[in-house]
């Protein structure tokens, strides 16, 4: 079965056709960084013409990119949660369109489940092996940062989550402070290379350090805006050069991933979850993935990272993990509403990908 993913839940107008979940034929993100750049973030409204722009191109190179009509597609998904609402509303508007048009199923999809399933999109494989089980997942990205444990029989449950910034949301507002541009994670990944990640002290929130115990029930969250104040006052009124901005970037780099990879471990020796899995835009960074790696091995479990071209948003993801709910018959109405955040009482949630007990 094919289908055609598409993601425009923030400002990457993306479209994909995937056969089987897994065999990307197309895959075309149209991104749309140098609009919002000189803002310093995402202006939804700006966001929302771009999409209108550009998703008919887009939705016909991928169709073209996989060498088939858009008669040889079985069902259209796209993310209607979280994301920008005027931004979503053009990919759901779209989607609901071809799938009345053309009579086959809408599937809406939740953006950050398909983050998590982007990681396995080369690798179907893993998720077909109970072995594999329990598989904890950490996403981060712009809008999330969050450890999520997902069983064999494809019950997902957030460990932790961000009580404020998101890790992405941080490098960008960092990037910003430093005036570095946005998107600021990539800048920052770049920049640090050549700087010294011990020269600045930057705290690392909700970890344990300085001997001051984190509340048992906060050891899987996330708190990144005391970093971001820390960084503002390290910065506030001096020129720095061009040595002092790496070894200022290179720390604060360091205190968001550190208590990224030192939560990620700490839960899968809790847990003993037995596959470890990093998703998202901010697992595109090098440092972060570089760490993990050491990490995970020094806790003798595999570790999954996601392809660099599927970290960031794109709609192979979307189409992938429409796949396995259109596959079980999983569908939805026309009247399928978009939404700003995921539901409130999302503390699990059904991974269908992960049935493997079926
Ligand atoms: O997944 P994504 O494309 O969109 C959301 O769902 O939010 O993630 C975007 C985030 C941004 O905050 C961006 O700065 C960050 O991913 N990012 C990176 C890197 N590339 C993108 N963060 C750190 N290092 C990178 N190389
Ligand atoms: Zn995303």
């Known amino acids: 079965m094919i289908v055609l993913?598409?993601?425009?839940?923030?400002?990457?107008?993306?479209?994909?056709?995937?056969?089987?979940?897994?065999?990307?034929?197309?895959?075309?993100?149209?991104?749309?960084?140098?609009?919002?750049?000189?803002?310093?973030?995402?202006?939804?409204?700006?966001?929302?013409?771009?999409?209108?722009?550009?998703?008919?191109?887009?939705?016909?190179?991928?169709?073209?990119?996989?060498?088939?009509?858009?008669?040889?597609?079985?069902?259209?998904?796209?993310?209607?949660?979280?994301?920008?609402?005027?931004?979503?509303?053009?990919?759901?508007?779209?989607?609901?369109?071809?799938?009345?048009?053309?009579?086959?199923?809408?599937?809406g999809i939740n953006h950050f489940e398909a983050h998590i399933y982007g990681a396995f999109l080369e690798h179907p494989e893993l998720l077909a092996d109970s072995a594999n089980f329990p598989v904890l997942a950490l996403v981060v990205s712009g809008g999330h940062t969050a450890l999520v444990l997902i069983a064999a029989d494809g019950r997902a449950e957030i460990l932790g989550a961000t009580l404020d910034d998101a890790a992405g949301e941080a490098l960008d507002k960092a990037a910003k402070i430093l005036g570095l541009g946005y998107p600021g994670g990539p800048v920052i990944d770049r920049i640090a290379k050549d700087g010294d990640p011990h020269a600045f002290a930057f705290p690392q929130g909700l970890r344990r350090s300085g001997g001051r115990p984190v509340p048992p029930e906060l050891r899987f969250s996330f708190s990144f805006s005391g970093v971001k104040t820390a960084l503002l006052y390290a910065v506030r009124g001096r020129q720095l050069s061009s040595q002092e901005l790496a070894d200022v970037v290179a720390s604060y780099q360091r205190a968001v991933m550190e208590v990224l990879v030192s939560k990620t471990i700490l839960a899968a020796q809790e847990t003993a979850a037995r596959l470890l899995c990093l998703c998202g835009g901010v697992a595109c960074n090098s440092y972060l993935r570089g760490r993990m790696h050491e990490a995970a091995a020094g806790i003798g479990r595999q570790l999954l990272l996601t392809e660099p071209k599927y970290c960031g948003d794109n709609a192979a993801m979307v189409a992938g993990l429409g796949w396995h709910y259109a596959r079980r018959g999983i569908t939805d109405e026309l009247s399928l509403p978009v939404a700003a955040r995921l539901p409130a009482q999302l503390g699990s949630f059904p991974f269908a990908p992960a049935f493997v007990k079926e």
């Open 5 to 107: 993913g598409i993601e425009s839940s923030c400002d990457e107008t993306a479209a994909a056709v995937v056969r089987a979940g897994h065999q990307v034929l197309g895959s075309v993100v149209a991104s749309q960084v140098k609009l919002h750049a000189g803002y310093g973030g995402v202006i939804p409204e700006l966001a929302a013409r771009e999409h209108l722009r550009n998703i008919t191109p887009v939705v016909a190179e991928a169709l073209t990119q996989s060498g088939l009509g858009i008669d040889a597609v079985s069902a259209v998904a796209v993310t209607n949660l979280p994301g920008l609402i005027p931004a979503l509303l053009v990919g759901n508007a779209y989607a609901k369109g071809l799938a009345a048009c053309r009579k086959i199923p809408l599937l």
